[in-house]
């Protein structure tokens, strides 16, 4: 049996590419890493319900990265005036599409109620108040789960950079950063090969992150080429369409309760879920 390192973007999509690669025999490690997602609650629940898809699995979750930025926000401590300037230009400038030509208080009504739906379904989830605390907690029960806290993760930087790029430029590289990661990780841990559960959405652009995959791949191997990684050997991109799997993969999300998230994952796309699912409310 083969280990096999497995970059993880949440509980649902998850399940069908790992129970597909168990059955084909490979041993895989979920490894989540998602700087991405935005809104600390967000993230908790996604990480959650990957907390639960690994234990139905009995398989290694490693959570990669640091994420304190908007705990640090929202107890308003340590964060200077520059930092708390630029996380509300975030959100006005996400939020600017309400300036349309619809009628602006009907419309601030459908995204009310859009908002409320989600956070009625998110408080439907005992995960709604977990926090790293009790992840740590979740530690000492679960052999499997492993926290690496080494890596620093800005989620505010992540997201002032994305902002610049256009819809398709900027998932390109949240795609690559998150999959170079993996690529590293999996070098530098045993791993011989790595994959990602973003193979199994038909809400992604599937080119795009092969192409980023093969890319962090290549970057890898290079740098293990010139010396410049320690202790590292070559990785390989696994690659396998989980599309074709996805209906299973909903069902059992369904049937094991999970969190189903309504956006992406980062600022941006959480606006632009928001702003389409609005709309269509509004045209009721
Ligand atoms: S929409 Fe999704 S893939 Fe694209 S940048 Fe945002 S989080 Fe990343």
């Known amino acids: 049996m083969e280990k096999i390192l497995v970059h993880t ?12 690669l168990i059955k084909d025999m490979y041993l895989p ?7 991405n997602i935005h809104l600390d609650n967000e993230f908790r629940l996604r990480l959650f319900a990957m907390q639960e898809v690994s234990k139905q699995y009995e398989i290694p979750l490693i959570i990669e990265g640091n994420y304190t930025y908007f705990e640090k926000i929202k107890a308003n401590a340590n964060t200077t005036k520059e930092e708390r300037l630029q996380y509300r230009s975030i959100v006005e400038e996400c939020v600017g599409f309400l300036h349309t030509h619809m009628d602006e ?10 908002l409320r739906k989600w956070e009625n379904y998110a408080q439907g989830f005992s ?3 977990i926090d790293h605390l009790q992840a740590e907690n979740g530690l000492n029960q679960n052999p499997h789960l492993k926290m690496n806290e080494e890596l620093q993760v800005d989620a505010m930087a992540w997201a002032m950079r994305l902002k610049e790029y256009k819809e398709g430029e900027r998932c390109k590289l949240c795609y690559e950063e998150r999959l170079y990661q993996t690529a590293y990780y999996a070098a530098t841990h045993g791993f011989s090969q790595f994959t990602s559960t973003l193979l199994y ?15 962090s791949m290549e970057k890898v191997n290079k740098e293990i080429q010139e010396n410049s990684l320690q202790n590292a050997s070559p990785v390989n991109f696994y690659y ?4 074709e799997h996805w209906q299973d993969g909903i069902d059992l999300a369904k049937d094991w309760g999970l969190y189903r998230q309504k956006w992406c994952g980062c600022a941006l796309s959480r606006m632009e879920s928001l702003e389409r699912m609005a709309k269509r409310e509004y045209a009721k």
């Open 29 to 35: 490690t979920a490894y989540f890493f998602n700087p």
């Open 9 to 20: 973007c949440c509980g649902p999509c998850a399940i069908m590419p790992l129970q597909t």
């Open 201 to 215: 959405s038909r809400y992604q652009n599937h080119e795009d992150i092969c192409h980023a995959a093969q890319n």
């Open 105 to 114: 208080e009907k419309f601030n009504i459908s995204v009310t109620k859009i």
């Open 240 to 243: 396998q369409d989980f599309r």
């Open 127 to 129: 995960s709604f108040h």
